[in-house]
């Protein structure tokens, strides 16, 4: 059985049109069989995206296993950021291309394996991670966006308590300053600066 974090998929492909209201605007999106929330957008990414204060988003910003493109999507329709998304999914990469023309969005859209094409520095890494994945990987991605931060750069990411959200939120504690932006039904939005180097 394949996963929506596999390179590859080997379930047959039903694409589905599915449409989501957030921050009073309608979105399109076209879902598929094994991507993540191939129902519409999910809760967890609900929550962060209406926790994420968007006049404050700006510069060159990573949406992280961008799934078929629902964050980068939004995050581009809002500000003037340059907006790069990944996954390692190649049906995702296509849906988050096609959802992006839908969208009326200019975003860059490429596959990456967690960070190993990644080239350049963000001021915003903003993602729901793969939890399934497992804890190593999952640390994986969240320690090692520091590398990939601008000075002062923020991670933001959504977790389930469920999933360990407070002691993942603990930990990040030893490479972050982490402030908790919101909890909502379980779920925790989680905002990660890199320290600068005067600390």
């Known amino acids: 059985m394949s996963y929506y974090f596999d390179k590859q998929i080997d379930t047959e492909s039903k694409e589905v049109t599915t449409r989501a209201e957030i921050g009073g605007k309608v979105y399109t999106f076209k879902t598929d ?5 191939k129902r519409g957008l ?3 990414t609900r929550t962060l995206l209406e926790s994420i204060d968007i006049k404050n988003i700006s510069g060159d910003v990573l949406d992280f296993g961008c799934g078929y493109g629902p964050i980068g999507i939004y995050i581009k329709s809002n500000t003037d ?3 790069d998304m990944v996954d390692i999914n190649e049906r995702a990469i296509n849906l988050a291309k096609k959802n992006a023309e839908i969208n009326n969005t200019f975003v860059n859209i490429f596959e990456s394996d967690v960070y190993s094409n990644i080239t350049k520095k963000y001021d915003f890494i903003i993602t729901n991670p793969p939890i399934r994945v497992g804890k190593k990987v999952l640390y994986e991605i969240l320690i090692d966006a520091k590398d990939h931060l601008k000075e002062n750069g923020n991670l933001i990411f959504v977790i ?3 999933q360990g959200a407070k002691s993942v939120m603990k930990d990040m504690m030893n490479y972050y300053n982490v402030t908790l932006l919101k909890k909502n039904k379980g779920f925790f939005v989680i905002n990660c600066q ?3 180097k005067k600390e």
Do not use: E, H, M, Q
């Open 194 to 196: 890199k320290y600068s």
């Open 42 to 44: 999910d809760f967890g």
């Open 160 to 162: 389930n308590k469920d």
């Open 81 to 83: 950021s340059i907006v």
């Open 33 to 37: 069989n094994n991507v993540f929330s």
